[in-house]
């Protein structure tokens, strides 16, 4: 799905309100938000570098399609995380 309109602040809010709670996302959970927000075209980078922080402690738990989207929502969004990355890479 593609938003047909692009509401910055609301963008913006619902960063600011996930980044804390990040720490409590599964795998799943990062992975499916990190995808929204490539899916979205959303490039928020203190959400993504969050996003990347919280995954890579619980890197093994990511299935491989997680994995894998993941991957892609870095790479859609040009967000290179060398860390991540190298988390990502024995993984696949």
Excluded at 11 to 40: G, H, I, N, V, Y
Excluded at 61 to 73: E, K
Aim: glycine fraction near 2%; aromatic fraction near 8%; charged fraction near 20%.
């Amino acid at each position: 799905a593609i938003l047909p309109f692009s509401d910055e602040p609301l963008r913006t809010a619902l960063s600011a309100s996930a980044m804390p709670r990040l720490r409590e996302f599964d795998a799943q959970d990062l992975a499916s938000t990190s995808w929204s927000c490539a899916k979205l075209l959303f490039s928020h980078e203190p959400l993504l570098t969050s996003i990347s922080s919280a995954a890579i402690p619980r890197i093994e738990q990511f299935a491989p399609q997680a994995l894998g989207n993941t991957a892609w929502a870095c790479s859609t969004r040009q967000f290179l995380d060398e860390p991540l990355g190298d988390a990502i890479s024995p993984e696949s």
